[in-house]
C-alpha cells in the first residue's frame, strides 16, 4: 500500500492523480514543487518588490548601481539561508533537536531578507522598490532615517533576538545533554537561566516596538516623545538581550572547549595505555566532533560581535552623505552581514547534524517499507472494571521493583554462592538462571525474588519496565539494563565489563547516581513457586543437557487455562503496565537478545504493543548496531500468527485478545519500522545532540578508566 505521507511536502496534491497510475504519481511527486521552489519564489518577489529604483531626480546613477549591488548580495546571501532551511524543514520531523534547528534556519532567512533593506537610500534619493510609491513609507522621522528603514530594521532586531533564543536553546539543550552523559559540570543551568531572561527581553522589545509602530502608523499620541520614549527604551532592552546572547555564547564557548580539552586529555591516555584501534577511532571522531561545536559557537560569537556595529555604521554613513568614497566601508558592511547570515545558517546545519540524517519519511534502510497503522485503539480497561482481588494482586505485582543496587548485588553474591553449580556468563540464558538459582533461593519463602528477604533495598514502585526473552543471555539482559541507566545505546561493552569487574561497574554507576533506579524484571518479580517451580519439561542445562530440577516447596502451581485465574501472577502484565503508566511515570526497555529472537516471541511482542498503546516511552537496547544492520531483514514480515509461546495455551490467549491480526501485524511492522515514530528508526537516529551525548559517554568512560585500561579492553569487543 503506498504511504501517502512518504514525502513531507505537497503530499494533498498526490490525491488528485489516479491511484492506478502509478508512472504519473511517481513523476509527479518527483518533479512537484518543493520547498526549495518556494525559497525561490519568496526570494524572487522580494527582489521584485524591494529591487532599488530612483526616487528623486539629479541623483547619482553610479551610486545606484552601488546600492543595487548591495542589495542583490544581500538577496543572493538571503538565498542561501532559504535553502538550508529549505534542507532543514525536510529533516524536521527526523528529531526535535533537528525540528528546533529548522525554526532558527526559517527565522534567520526572514532576518536575512530585511537584511537586505540595511542602507538607507532615501537620503540619497533612492527608495526600495514599491515602498517609493508610498508616502508614509518614505516619511522621515527623528534623525532623517525614514519610516521604512527603522520599521524593517525594528522587525530585523525582532528576528535577530528571536533566532538568538533557539540558538541559546540549541546551545543549552547540548550542554545539559553533555552534564547528563559525562557526569560533569558545563554550566548548562546558567545558559538556561540566560536563556529565560532573554526571551524575557525579546519579549518586552517586541512590545515597544508594536507599540511604537502602532502610535507612528495611526496617529495614536499626541505628543510624539511618547512614541520615540518607547522606540528608544525598545533599543535599550535589545541592546541588553543581544548582551546577554553575548555572555551565553562566551560561557557555551567555555564550556565546549573544556569538553574539548578533556577528550583531547582522555585520548592522550589511551593512547599510552595501547587502547584498541576502535577505541582510539571513536575517541578522535569524538574529539573532532567536539572541536566542530566548539568552533561553531566560537563562530557565533564572533559574528554576533561583529554584525551588529557594522549595521548601525551602515545605516548612519549611508544617510550621512551620497559621497562614493564612502561606497566601499558600506559595501563592506554588507559583506559582512552577508557572512553573518550564511555562518549561522551553515552552524545550524552543521550544529544540528542534519546532513547525517535521511529526509522524514524515508525508511532507516532500503527494502523496508513501513506499513500504515491506524491510530484506531480497541477500548482501555479500566480499574474500576478489576474485581477487587484482581485489582490487589495487580496493585501487588506493580511494587516489585528492583533497585540496580539490589541487581547487581544478585549477580555479585547470589549467583556463585548456587553449590554443584557454576554460572557461565557467555552460556546461561535467563531461564538457566531463574531454574538453578532464583527459584532454589527464594524455596524456603515460597515467594518471588523481589519480595523475599535477599532483596538488598526491598521491593518497589517500578519505574522501568524491562520486556525481554527467557532465551538471552542473563548476562546480557542485566547488561542492557545497566546500559539503559548510563544511558547506552548498546550493552556489547557494558557486559563485558560486568563479566571483568563488576564492582568497577558498581562505582560508575554510583556516581552517576543511578543504583536506585528501579526495573520490573517478570524474573524478579513473579512468584516462581506459584505457576512453574513444580514442572520442567525442556528447560535444559547449556553443558550437561539435563533437565534442571524442579522445586520440592510446598507451594501450588496454579494452572490458569482461560487466563482469568485472580491469583495468577502471569496473565496481568498488560494490566500492571496500565496502573503503572497510569497512576506514575512507568517506561519501557526492550533487551533486545543477539539474534533478535524477542521479536519472534508472542508474550514480548504483546507487551511492546501493550507500551505504544499505552503511550509509555520506549527504547530499544541492542548488543550492538551491527546486530541490528545485519538481522533487521529478519523482522519484515513477522506475523503474531507465527510467533512462539511457552505453550499452545498461552499463544491462544494472546490471539484472542487481538480483534483483528491483519490490522495488529500491520501496526507491529509500523512500531518496529515507522521511519519517523518506529522503535528501529529512533535507535538509528544521530543527530548532532545525540553526537553530544556521545561526547559525553565517552569522557565519563574516560574518567573512569582513570588510567586503567580497564575500558578501553572492554571497548574493544564493543567495537
Not at 546551545?171 to 559525562?182: H, K, N, P
Amino acid at each position: 500500500m503506498a504511504n501517502s505521507e512518504s514525502s513531507d511536502e505537497g503530499s494533498g496534491a498526490a490525491s488528485t492523480f489516479n491511484p492506478g497510475n502509478s508512472a504519473s504519481l511517481k513523476h509527479w511527486q518527483r518533479w512537484r514543487p518543493g520547498w526549495y521552489f518556494a525559497v525561490f519564489l519568496v526570494n524572487a518577489t522580494a527582489t521584485a518588490v524591494l529591487f532599488p529604483v530612483q526616487y528623486k531626480r539629479d541623483v547619482d546613477d553610479m551610486l545606484l548601481q552601488h546600492y543595487r549591488l548591495c542589495f542583490s548580495g544581500m538577496m543572493l546571501a538571503s538565498l542561501g539561508c532559504g535553502c538550508v532551511a529549505a534542507f532543514l524543514i525536510k529533516r524536521a520531523r527526523a528529531s526535535a533537536h533537528v525540528g528546533l534547528a529548522s525554526g532558527y534556519a526559517i527565522i534567520n532567512w526572514f532576518q536575512s531578507i530585511l537584511a537586505s533593506m540595511s542602507l538607507n537610500l532615501h537620503y540619497a534619493g533612492f527608495a526600495y522598490g514599491l515602498t517609493g510609491l508610498m508616502p508614509m513609507m518614505c516619511n522621515c522621522i527623528g534623525g532623517g532615517f525614514p519610516f521604512i528603514l527603522v520599521a524593517s530594521t525594528a522587525c530585523r532586531s525582532l528576528l535577530y533576538l528571536i533566532a538568538s533564543f533557539f540558538m541559546q536553546k540549541l546551545i543549552a539543550s547540548r550542554l545539559d545533554l553533555l552534564e547528563q552523559s559525562s557526569n560533569q559540570k558545563y554550566g548548562s543551568c546558567s545558559v538556561y537561566t540566560l536563556l529565560r531572561a532573554q526571551a524575557c527581553g525579546a519579549f518586552l522589545t517586541a512590545f515597544f516596538v508594536c507599540g511604537w509602530g502602532v502610535s507612528y502608523a495611526f496617529d495614536v499620541f499626541i505628543d510624539i516623545d511618547i512614541g520615540l520614549f518607547m522606540l528608544f527604551f525598545a533599543v535599550f532592552l535589545g541592546a541588553l538581550t543581544v548582551f546577554l546572547n553575548v555572555v551565553a555564547n562566551m560561557l557555551a564557548a567555555c564550556s565546549l572547549t573544556k569538553s574539548f580539552l578533556e577528550l583531547r586529555r582522555v585520548l592522550h591516555v589511551a593512547e599510552l595505555k595501547d587502547a584498541s584501534v576502535a577505541a582510539r577511532a571513536s575517541l578522535r571522531r569524538a574529539r573532532r566532533f567536539a572541536a566542530l561545536q566548539m568552533t561553531g559557537v566560537s563562530f557565533s560569537l564572533v559574528l554576533t560581535i561583529l554584525v551588529i556595529p557594522f549595521v548601525v555604521l551602515g545605516m548612519g554613513f549611508s544617510s550621512a552623505s551620497q559621497d562614493q568614497e564612502l561606497s566601499n566601508f558600506q559595501a563592506a558592511c554588507v559583506v559582512i552581514q552577508a557572512i553573518d547570515v550564511l555562518g549561522n545558517a551553515v552552524a545550524v546545519l552543521i550544529l544540528s547534524g542534519s546532513h547525517r540524517l535521511k529526509k522524514a519519511g524515508q525508511a532507516p534502510y532500503q527494502g523496508c517499507q513501513s506499513l500504515p497503522c491506524k491510530q484506531t485503539r480497541p477500548p482501555q480497561i479500566k480499574e474500576t472494571d478489576w474485581c477487587p482481588a484482581w485489582k490487589d494482586k495487580v496493585e501487588e505485582l506493580s511494587v516489585r521493583g528492583m533497585t540496580l543496587r539490589s541487581l547487581l548485588h544478585f549477580y555479585q553474591a547470589n549467583l556463585p554462592s548456587i553449590p554443584d553449580w557454576r554460572y557461565a556468563p557467555q552460556d546461561h540464558k535467563t531461564r538457566d538462571v531463574v531454574r538453578r538459582v532464583i527459584i532454589p533461593l527464594t524455596s524456603r519463602e515460597e515467594c518471588s525474588y523481589a519480595t523475599s528477604s535477599l532483596n538488598r533495598d526491598g521491593s518497589q514502585r517500578a519505574q522501568i519496565m524491562v520486556t525481554h526473552n527467557w532465551g538471552n543471555s542473563f548476562n546480557d539482559l542485566l547488561a542492557a539494563v545497566v546500559s539503559d541507566a548510563l544511558r547506552e545505546c548498546s550493552f556489547r561493552m557494558v557486559a563485558q565489563l560486568l563479566e571483568d569487574d563488576c564492582f568497577f561497574l558498581s562505582e560508575i554507576l554510583g556516581k552517576s547516581s543511578r543504583l536506585d533506579d528501579t526495573y520490573w524484571i517478570c524474573a524478579f518479580a513473579v512468584n516462581q513457586h506459584s505457576s512453574i517451580c513444580h514442572s520442567n519439561p525442556y528447560d535444559r542445562d547449556p553443558f550437561t543437557h539435563e533437565l534442571h530440577p524442579v522445586c520440592t516447596c510446598s507451594c501450588v502451581n496454579i494452572s490458569d487455562p482461560d487466563g482469568r485465574s485472580t491469583s495468577s501472577e502471569i496473565n496481568k502484565f498488560d494490566d500492571m503496565m496500565h496502573h503503572l503508566a497510569t497512576t506514575g511515570t512507568c517506561r519501557q526497555v526492550i533487551a533486545v537478545d543477539k539474534s533478535l529472537e524477542l521479536f519472534h516471541r508472542a508474550w514480548c511482542v504483546a507487551e511492546i504493543a501493550e507500551a505504544k498503546r499505552l503511550d509509555m516511552t520506549q527504547s530499544l537496547q541492542l548488543l550492538s548496531k551491527a546486530t541490528m544492520q545485519q538481522r533487521a531483514r529478519t523482522l519484515e514480515n513477522l506475523d503474531v500468527r507465527s510467533m512462539e509461546a511457552s505453550s499452545e495455551k498461552d499463544k491462544e490467549l494472546i490471539l484472542g485478545k487481538i480483534e483483528d491480526v491483519e490490522e495488529f501485524n500491520a501496526e507491529l511492522q509500523a512500531l518496529i519500522f515507522d521511519p519517523k515514530s518506529g522503535l528501529v528508526a529512533s535507535w538509528n537516529a544521530m543527530d548532532s545532540l545525540q553526537q553530544v551525548g556521545e561526547v559525553g559517554r565517552l569522557i565519563r568512560w574516560g574518567l573512569a578508566d582513570a588510567g586503567t585500561g580497564k575500558v578501553w579492553k572492554a571497548w574493544e569487543a564493543h567495537e
